[in-house]
């Protein structure tokens, strides 16, 4: 069964710091990894999208990493803002036939404060 | 910016009832996806939708559910005899193509009393 694991589970850290959040999957067939942020109350939305050939891909603040061998991946923000408070989601997809079909983690809550 | 959009916002029911959940995909992407959140759990695969059928479907996907495209704007997502556990965010998500990102909508949630 496909699966995708994250943690921490939650993270409080102080405007201006930096974090590291963890994913671990079990997709197959795997297709390409992709880490999304949402919002309370509102749709995810993307923020990097890696394939299998791919070890570190950044957008902005956000740099993820990807290891195909031990199946992990990683997501750093840098310099944390408020506005980032969200929940980070790990998000793999498995192509089949016609379909893509996503596994989503249970997510990583993220409160920056001051 | 293109953007997915759903209506409503925010559906209320009775158990027993069917709904409707209305979406508008990105006028150009050809593939489309329902997924629905219970409160504080993760974000699960409904369906997948793809030259006017489905192409694929998950386990919670049973006959109380089915999915329309009735004209070339809109998709649908009905839930036949509401029950108390349909109670959910309701995320529609289109792509261009099968392997691109899939933007999501910024969801229905649906209430069943």
């Known amino acids: 069964k496909n699966q995708v694991e994250q943690s921490p589970q939650s993270l409080i850290i102080l405007e201006g710091k930096n974090c590291t959040l963890q994913?671990?999957?079990?997709?197959?067939?795997?297709?390409?990894l992709r880490w999304y942020k949402q919002d309370t109350g509102r749709g995810p939305v993307s923020l990097t999208i890696m394939t299998f050939s791919e070890n570190t891909k950044s957008n902005g603040r956000y740099t993820a990493t990807l290891d195909a061998d031990t199946k992990q991946s990683s997501l750093h923000i840098t310099a944390s803002q408020l506005s980032d408070s969200a929940s980070y989601i790990c998000v793999v997809s498995a192509v089949s036939g016609t379909a893509s079909k996503l596994t989503f983690g249970t997510g990583t809550r993220l409160q920056v404060t001051l | 910016e293109p953007e997915v959009t759903q209506t409503p916002s925010h559906q209320v029911t009775q158990m027993g009832q069917e709904v409707i959940l209305r979406c508008v995909p990105i006028?150009?992407?050809?593939?489309f996806y329902w997924y629905r959140q219970i409160l504080g759990q993760k974000v699960e695969f409904l369906v997948s939708?793809?030259?006017?059928?489905?192409?694929?479907k998950s386990e919670i996907f049973d006959d109380q559910f089915s999915v329309e495209r009735p004209d070339g704007s809109n998709f649908t997502l009905k839930i036949r005899s509401t029950k108390l556990e349909d109670s959910a965010m309701y995320f529609c998500?289109?792509?261009?193509?099968?392997?691109?990102?899939?933007?999501f909508g910024p969801g229905t949630r649906l209430t069943v009393l």
């Open positions: 006028s150009n992407h050809l593939y």
């Open positions: 939708f793809y030259n006017n059928e489905i192409s694929e």
């Open positions: 994913c671990n999957y079990t997709v197959s067939p795997f297709s390409n």
């Open positions: 998500a289109s792509s261009e193509s099968r392997g691109d990102t899939q933007y």
